[in-house]
């Protein structure tokens, strides 16, 4: 599973993110969320208006994409957890 980061250049709560992501093994895909807050061709089919959507109701960066799910930093973690605790289990059993 590929996770999406949307952020901003400079944005210190992205890179943090990022950085816990490349420590913990968690493929993703870096992601400027003005690409996806701007109107542009094909925003219906792209999925911004899900970003969009999770960015005007949360207001705050990074935004992370788990599954088909958008979330903030600390909602994300936990479910990336949960995710790696049941391929764990699956592993296990």
Avoid at 36 to 63: C, I, K, Q
Avoid at 67 to 86: C, N, P, S, W
Wanted: glycine fraction near 8%; charged fraction near 30%; aromatic fraction near 8%.
């Amino acid at each position: 599973m590929v996770v999406h980061v949307y952020g901003k250049p400079g944005c210190e709560f992205c890179v943090r993110a990022k950085d816990k992501l490349r420590r913990l093994g968690v493929p993703y895909e870096d992601h400027d969320i003005r690409e996806f807050t701007a109107y542009h061709e094909g925003w219906r089919e792209d999925g911004s208006v899900d970003v969009l959507a999770a960015y005007s109701e949360m207001n705050r960066l990074p935004l992370i994409r788990v599954g088909e799910k958008i979330m903030d930093y600390t909602a994300a973690m936990k479910a990336l957890k949960q995710v790696h605790r049941q391929q764990q289990e699956r592993v296990g059993a």
